[in-house]
């Protein structure tokens, strides 16, 4: 059993930057490709920036380049840095883990097998 414990939202100003973090507890060996999702009252959940097994990044096509995601292996830890936040990043941001290895940029949710309990990010003009 994996659990994903995520850390770093809450409220920023716009112009920031934020750092959100995923630490995988248990049997971490069962990890492959690992995901961050956001969502909002008005749009539903979409997955942005996938890592996989390989440490490779993947990122949806509507982002801006302002949103990195990267991986400790070490410290069983994912990482989603936004950089330069504006009001549109106001959304509750989620981690995933699969036990593939590889993973799709898409509403494919079944992917991932563990879930984080999602982190509320505000950012504020």
């Known amino acids: 059993q994996v659990h994903l414990m995520e850390s770093g939202g809450g409220s920023v100003q716009a112009g920031g930057s934020l750092r959100l973090a995923c630490a995988a507890v248990g049997d971490t060996s069962a990890i492959g490709c690992m995901a961050w999702f956001r969502q909002s009252p008005e749009k539903q959940r979409e997955a942005i920036a996938i890592i996989d097994a390989d440490s490779v990044p993947m990122y949806a096509d509507n982002l801006d380049g302002r949103i990195t995601i990267s991986k400790d292996d070490a410290q069983n830890t994912l990482y989603l840095h936004i950089n330069n936040t504006k009001p549109e990043d106001t959304f509750l941001y989620t981690c995933?883990?699969?036990?593939?290895?590889?993973?799709?940029?898409?509403?494919?949710?079944?992917?991932?097998?563990?879930w984080g309990q999602g982190l509320q990010v505000t950012v504020s003009s």
């Open positions: 995933a883990a699969s036990q593939r290895r590889y993973c799709f940029i898409s509403l494919d949710v079944t992917q991932y097998r563990y």
